[in-house]
């Protein structure tokens, strides 16, 4: 009996390899907006976000890991608007 078990279990083992491989296939590539200027420290998810239009330098599309290990955080007025503002 404990034959099968192992048998099933070596089956088993391909398959999650294969699922693993395939979520990983995908690149999380998201695109974020960054201001360039010296004191900035967020990204945006939007190119029209008020915060944005307040830069002093230059607005460049970056990845998120990009902006990520430019040490940037998300941007509090473009990334709260989800479904929670309902007034
Ligand atoms: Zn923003």
Redesign the pocket.
């Known amino acids: 009996m404990k034959h099968l078990v192992l048998t099933l279990a070596i089956m088993m083992l391909p398959m999650s390899m294969m699922a693993q491989q395939r979520t990983k296939a995908k690149p999380a590539a998201k695109k974020v907006y960054v201001c360039t200027s010296g004191n900035s420290t ?1 990204y ?3 190119k029209d ?4 239009k307040t830069c002093n330098g230059e607005v460049k599309l970056v990845t998120q890991g990009q902006a990520h290990k430019m040490k940037r955080t998300q ?1 509090g ?3 709260k608007r989800t479904k929670r503002t309902k007034k």
């Open positions: 967020k945006h998810k939007t976000c008020r915060m944005l941007c007025v473009c990334y």
